[in-house]
């Protein structure tokens, strides 16, 4: 391979004046210097929620369309009641957006110890929201409404299961968060990590939120 | 004065961007984080992929003419799909099933936007790298792992599936429909992590363009090529969700027994399947759905590269260059709007077909746009008949002959007739296959020398181009004329089909045939002139070789680990400023002043 051109060697080649270039002052081996929290960097990460809402958003409209289509389609739906259970996992998965909130309150007035604590509260809320989902389940099981005995049966489990494992994910991030707020490293991208997974964990409430009214209201 | 205009917010981002140049191996080359790596990481399995799919193409076609013939080393290779040597139809269909797939998955989509895009975005708009690094690396590695899967299919009872890159249901989604099992599984598996892949990648792509732009970067500064992965992006974002949603419902289907395609009463080989009323067609609106867009996502990159080139080598800027992006805007959100016109035959009320069908034709405007800013940009301009300009100019020429017949098909009436005919084979072969890929071979050799700072064999690459311009329309020219017959697609061999014979179809095929056999040697003449080049090319010291404007060119070949070795560059113009009246030399690039292009005489930037 040739040689790499230093900067001056380029713009020398360009002839281009000043070139429109800015040297920057070095930086550290990790590329952070230990300076506050970068507005930018949130901005960024909470963008990137943003555009991934997009996706996601389009993945259950997906389903919604197909469950509308294939509920006119043909005779064979059977709706069936909602396990009851559903209405504590709303209120816990609503619970857990106040927690998250509070996390991101203690992280900005810089109180590690309370945004360790918030943000494992709202996991553990997450969990408690999955653990509600299961006895839904089995509680639709023992009623006889299995997987592939009836679309609407399908559609129920498939919408569940797809907003779960979406905060399977929303967990995951959160165990993420509490692992580096532990170790003794420097975390340059911590604001914007809590701020975005905050950002997400609501979604996931209002995704929830959704289909709920979906599989009350669109029997 | 450019040190006032850096602010201090723009140098804290790069501060916190830039991570370390890895030392070991495998962080470096394996898994890196580093977008220019990932770039060729994409770059290499999509040559991988589309050296599989032109193999796969090639036994179609000989399938086609030799129907009886044996080939003694596939019957070692697939003892079941060719025994003795011999393809048997639905080894045909596998091939043509895989063929589709790896081209349109693993190459059209992977290479222009996570190969090009991914190793020029960052660089074109001043970035040190894509927004989100190791978001990036994930994309390409289950990318990688999509690829494995789809290949995996090849090896497992039964062999790869054959119910077309399309995957229509029920032949999808019951596997008593076929002999295959596990294969149709792997398939559906391979275009999940693929879909979860691209949106990924997606995500990275948007958010460093909105967010990453060097100062003074406006949108409408942008270089076409950045506007044309942005919009692909947000293709991407909105069209594989709903792919993925589809792919999990049918691999429901397939394996808990769910009725969500499957129709009730279905009977195959006298025996009842039990599935009650599901529906086919909603398979096929949630595929095309997907599947429209998916042929802007394959090509709107090419329109960028296209684009750009053409500046570049006709010397002139780019004729209409808003036109050209709203023109890709406009493409791309009518892409979202027309995928009933794949469903023409599929029972439609004539209502809806009229509706898509208008609106499949307002595709027709911005795609006229396009073309004509391109004759535009070239008309009077002083061109330099290089080779990446060449492969430019036979994309607009692809562009067009498949663009017209998309016309012919638009239109309900005319594709009755046309539907699954090879009519259609020519028709998204040429627009999206070969335009496609026209693209990346004037992407690739026009950046060899930043990648590799070594250039292309200029003479190699006319050969290449001149057979492989004539090669491809010698092949898919004639299958219009087979499809005019009607000639049906996806049949694996015509010799009992009289009107066909009498039309003289079968000299046709061998026909095209023979001159695929010619095109296909001429890319192993690529393979070979890549291959040379990147290690015993001539050197290419000069790190703008073709007098081009934009920041890659600014910097050294191969590009410093952090793009521009500690710097911030600072754009003062639009990306397409050549033949200035005025100026000593005829471009000037996106981060000269004004100062520095007229001298010390003050004029407007172009904008």
């Known amino acids: 391979m040739p040689a790499t051109l230093t900067a001056t060697e380029t713009e020398a080649q360009l002839e281009g004046g000043d070139g429109g270039f800015v040297t920057l002052p070095p930086t550290g081996d990790d590329g952070w210097d230990g300076s506050g929290p970068d507005a930018g960097l949130v901005q960024r990460y909470k963008l990137g929620v943003w555009i991934g809402m997009g996706g996601i958003t389009m993945f259950f409209a997906a389903l919604t369309s197909a469950m509308v289509v294939r509920q006119g389609l043909s005779g064979d739906w059977q709706p069936f009641s909602l396990p009851p259970v559903l209405y504590v996992s709303t209120l816990v998965l609503l619970v857990s957006s106040f927690a998250i909130e509070r996390a991101r309150r203690e992280m900005r007035q810089a109180r590690q110890d309370g945004l360790q604590r918030w943000v494992n509260v709202t996991s553990v809320l997450g969990l408690a929201f999955l653990a509600c989902q299961v006895i839904g389940w089995q509680e639709l099981v023992g009623r ?11 559609f129920y489990y498939v919408l569940t299961a797809g907003h779960g494992a979406h905060l399977l994910g929303g967990i995951a991030a959160l165990g993420y968060i509490w692992a580096r707020t532990r170790s003794a490293r420097a975390w340059p991208t911590r604001e914007a990590a809590v701020e975005a997974a905050a950002l997400y964990w609501h979604f996931l409430d209002v995704l929830w939120i959704y289909i709920l009214g979906l599989l009350l209201f669109w029997r | 004065m450019t040190e006032v205009q ?4 723009v140098a804290e981002y790069t501060e916190v961007h830039r991570h370390p140049e890895p030392k070991s191996f495998i962080w470096k080359y394996i898994f890196s984080v580093d977008h220019k790596v990932i770039g060729i990481q994409y770059l290499m399995l999509a040559v991988a992929a589309v050296f599989v799919g032109m193999f796969l193409s090639l036994l179609v076609r000989l399938r086609l003419v030799w129907p009886e013939e044996s080939i003694p080393l596939l019957g070692q290779l ?3 799909g060719a025994p003795d040597g011999v393809m048997t139809p639905e080894f045909y269909l596998a091939m043509l099933t895989m063929h589709g797939t790896i081209m349109v998955f693993m190459v059209l989509t992977t290479a222009p936007q996570g190969g ?13 790298d894509m927004a989100f690094p190791r978001l990036n690396m994930l994309s390409f590695w289950s990318t990688f792992v999509s690829f494995m899967l789809l290949l995996a299919a090849f090896f497992v009872e039964g062999g790869a599936p054959w119910s ?7 032949l999808s989604a019951v596997p008593e429909a076929t002999v295959q099992g596990f294969g149709q599984d792997l398939w559906v598996a391979s275009i999940a992590v693929f879909c979860i892949a691209s949106l990924l990648g997606a995500l990275n792509f948007i958010v460093t363009t909105l967010d990453l732009r060097a100062k003074g970067l406006t949108m409408f500064r942008m270089p076409l090529t950045c506007w044309t992965w942005f919009v692909t992006a947000i293709l991407g974002l909105l069209a594989f969700g709903v792919l993925l949603a589809a792919g999990v419902l049918l691999l429901m289907d397939r394996n808990v027994g769910t009725s969500f395609f499957v129709p009730g009463g279905l009977v195959i080989s006298d025996k009842q399947i039990d599935h009650s009323g599901g529906s086919p067609i909603l398979w096929q609106h949630l595929f095309w759905f997907f599947g429209h867009p998916e042929v802007y996502i394959a090509i709107l990159p090419g329109m960028g590269v296209t684009s750009h080139i053409l500046s570049t080598f006709a010397r002139k800027t780019v004729f209409g260059y808003k036109a050209m992006v709203y023109a890709v805007l406009a493409i791309g959100f009518l892409g979202f709007v027309v995928w009933g016109h794949h469903m023409f035959v599929s029972g439609m009320s004539p209502y809806s077909a009229f509706v898509f069908s208008i609106l499949t034709m307002c595709i027709g405007v911005p795609s006229a746009i396009k073309t004509f800013n391109w004759i535009g940009t070239m008309w009077g301009g002083k061109i330099r008949f290089t080779s990446p300009m060449l492969f430019s100019i036979g994309f607009v020429s692809l562009f067009v002959t498949g663009g017209i017949s998309g016309i012919f098909l638009g239109q309900p009436t005319i594709d009755l007739f046309f539907h699954d005919t090879y009519f259609v084979v020519a028709h998204f072969h040429l627009i999206m296959g070969v335009a496609a890929i026209f693209g990346m071979f004037a992407g690739l050799i026009f950046w060899f020398p930043k990648m590799f700072g070594r ?3 200029e003479r190699l690459n006319k050969i290449h181009f001149w057979m492989t311009f004539v090669g491809v329309y010698a092949i898919f020219g004639p299958m219009h004329y087979l499809g005019m017959m009607p000639h049906p697609r996806r049949y694996a061999e015509i010799t009992s089909v009289d009107y066909l014979e009498a039309m003289g179809a079968a000299d046709l ?4 045939t023979a001159a695929a056999i010619l095109t296909i040697l001429a890319q192993f003449l690529f393979l070979f002139n890549l291959i040379k080049s990147i290690f015993k090319g001539k050197e290419c010291r000069d790190p703008n070789p073709w007098e081009a404007t934009t920041l890659e060119w600014t910097i050294s070949s191969p590009p410093p680990h952090d793009n521009f070795a ?3 560059p600072h754009v003062y113009r639009g990306a397409y400023d050549f033949s200035l009246p005025g100026t000593k030399r005829d471009f000037a690039m996106q981060c000269n002043n004004d100062e520095a292009v007229f001298g010390s005489r003050p004029a407007s930037s172009g904008d």
Request: net charge negative; hydrophobic share 45%.
């Open chain 1, 144 to 154: 006889g409404i299995y997987l592939a005995s009836n679309p609407a049966n399908s």
């Open chain 2, 6 to 9: 850096v602010s201090e917010e």
């Open chain 2, 78 to 80: 697939f003892p079941i």
């Open chain 2, 116 to 128: 090009f895009g991914n190793y020029f975005l960052p660089i074109q708009i001043g970035a040190a």
């Open chain 2, 164 to 170: 077309g890159w399309t995957g229509y249901p029920p």
């Open chain 2, 455 to 457: 250039m292309m064999d």
């Open chain 2, 509 to 512: 095929h061998l026909f095209i």
């Open chain 2, 566 to 568: 500690g710097k911030v």
